[in-house]
């Protein structure tokens, strides 16, 4: 049976089977809960029943003191449900909230999307649980321990897998790696999750997501994040790409374009390859320009929105222009530049925007 589970804060309710622990309903849909072992080690998960009944899923080491217990406090992690529930559980505010982690994952899957770019599928050991927000990145190192920044592609409710899209890149070592020598059922080490450019989970505003080649990976981790909550926000995606392979996940979005009411896909495709752009300074800021002015249409509506947006630095300051020309606010432009590819931090550094 499926029973509903809210909050005390009233910020958060998900429903959860009455199989399975409260922890991972939660993560599944989307909730932060702060957590460790997930196991019923740590007591971290610790919270406090409310109203409702609850079965013992499992037991654990984690002693809870008899004055604990009277006050029907439970271990999310080993505990069901057996009616709907409110409690009193904690949960990450900020990013600060979750530690920094060092795992060594193994490679489950590597899909050569394109010439040069690959989605890799790391899994964490069964042992272990990657806690991360959506929009966060990792460091993953090479076989000479030199580290190197990923946005974090796939949803926190999947803390079993992680997924990275990698543009390979002349005279990078891990995207060089990756093509030449990565294979399924090697391992690598990672650390993380870093980075604050997630979402205001506490907002209803419609959501504009904008994302500049494989700026993409942190926008899916934020729109799945988003789609597995239960929150009903109204999304347009943007998808500035360049190049004839630029959209490499161009079916992901339509489907989610078909299947969501309120999610609104709109790719921005521009024939110029990634370097011609880059190269061709001003025109290629224009061009930029041309695309995302003849597209601001859809949003003129959403005066409110928040707005995420992966990109180069200069081309972060043009979007932010136009869109504060539509009337969007400055403070609600949250802008993460693009990991994975150093090279576009200075995209044309002297280019008058
Ligand atoms: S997460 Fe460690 S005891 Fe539940």
Redesign the pocket.
Known sequence: MIHRISLKSGKYSFTAEEYESI?DAAIRAGVPFN????????????AQILSGEVSQLRK?D?VISEADKIQSYA????TACKSDLLIDASVAATTSDIPVQELRVKVRKIDEISSDLAIITLQVPRSARLRFMAGQYMRVYDDQQRSHEYAIASCPCDEKHIEFHVRKLDGDAFSNMVFKQLRVGDWLNIQGPYGDFVLDDSSDAPMVMIAFDTGFAAIKSLLEHTTAQEKEREIYLYWLACGSEGLYLDNLCRSWDDALDELHYVPLHMQRGINEILDSEYEGMCHIEDKITLSLHHIEHLKNAEVYLVSPEPVAKLVEQLLVGKGIQQERIHHEIIRGNPNLKCIHPEAKI
């Open positions: 922890l957590y460790g072992c997930s196991n019923g080690n740590c007591g971290l998960c610790k654990h984690f271990l999310m992690c080993s």
